[in-house]
């Protein structure tokens, strides 16, 4: 019964509605719902994140608890950002596990930002199970001022 705990999220109850229709029919074929979580160990399962707009860019940070910097596959294309890798949460000897919410095997996170950024400019940093990418927005995204001319005078 311990192994069925979902952590509530009021501010994470948003997400596209393609998500919204995978998770629909995943749920409807499968039983219990976290044995998508538990089994496969691919994509299904939210990840901690967050992801911030400055004038410049954006910055995504992303939790990846047990995940070796060295394992991990980034790509970016326009809008879109897909993390691949492996959780490597060790077992410990001679234990039987009761119940355990840590990611282990496999993943493949996809993200869609509100906006186009620069893939070749795209840094990343990661310290203490935290993936930081930092985002450049591309160009033609990036808020751009223009002056008006003036005669000086009024006709």
Do not use: C
């Not at 976290?34 to 004038?55: H, Q």
């Not at 993936?131 to 009024?154: D, F």
């Amino acid at each position: 019964m311990a192994d069925n705990l979902i952590r509530y999220n009021p501010a994470g109850g948003m997400m596209p509605l393609r998500d919204a229709m995978d998770r629909l029919f995943q749920d409807a074929f499968t039983w219990p719902g976290t044995w998508d979580r538990t089994l496969s160990g691919v994509g299904r399962v939210t990840v901690p994140s967050a992801l911030y707009e400055t004038a410049q860019g954006y910055v995504f940070q992303v939790a990846l608890p047990g995940v070796h910097a060295d394992n991990l596959e980034i790509t970016a294309q326009q809008n879109m950002l897909v993390l691949k890798g492996a959780y490597n949460v060790p077992v410990p000897q001679e234990s039987r596990s009761i119940w355990t919410s840590l990611p282990s095997g496999e993943f493949s996170y996809e993200f869609s930002l509100p906006g186009e950024f620069e893939p070749a400019n795209v840094s990343a940093e990661y310290r203490d199970g935290i993936l930081t990418l930092t985002l450049p927005k591309a160009a033609h995204a990036r808020l751009h001022t223009i002056k008006v001319a003036s005669n000086g005078g009024h006709k």
